[in-house]
Structure formats: structure tokens, C-alpha cells
């Protein structure tokens, strides 16, 4: 199984998908976000949290696939 990601925030999805698997799956790990930086930036910090929540055995790869298949989408009446 394949797991894509893209970065649309607001703009195709009605939500920020670097931050909504968090919101969705484990809020505390969002709140952990919401409060440390990393000296790779961004991304490494998107990484090491990701790797978080896979450690997690109930967030398996079907679950998080399947919430990123449910991030909200813009309507076309949004634009």
C-alpha cells in the first residue's frame, strides 16, 4: 500500500493537511506540535511526528490512509 500526501491547505481541502491525521487520530500529539520547533524545520518536525503516531499500534496504515481519504474538500461554492 502506497500513502500520498499533498499540500493544499485551504485552498482544495478545507482543512490544514499538515496538522488534521494529528487532529484526527491522536490530538495530543497536535497539541505537541502546537508547542516545540525543530532545528529541521518544519518538515523534520512533520516527520518525527508522523513517525509518532505510526509507533502507535492503534493507528495502523489502513487508519491513517483512510483519514486522509476523509479530509473535508472544498466546495465548489467556497471559491
Excluded: C
Excluded at 494529528?22 to 508547542?35: A, C, Q, Y
Amino acid at each position: 500500500m502506497s500513502l500520498l500526501i499533498f499540500d493544499f491547505d485551504w485552498s482544495l481541502v478545507n482543512e490544514n493537511s499538515d496538522t488534521y491525521i494529528f487532529k484526527v487520530l491522536d490530538p495530543s500529539i497536535l497539541e505537541e506540535i502546537k508547542n516545540e520547533r525543530s532545528p529541521g524545520g518544519w518538515t523534520a518536525l512533520m516527520d518525527e511526528k508522523l513517525l509518532k503516531l505510526q509507533r502507535n499500534p492503534r493507528h495502523t496504515l489502513d487508519a491513517i490512509a483512510e483519514t486522509m481519504a476523509n479530509l473535508p474538500l472544498l466546495s465548489a461554492s467556497s471559491y
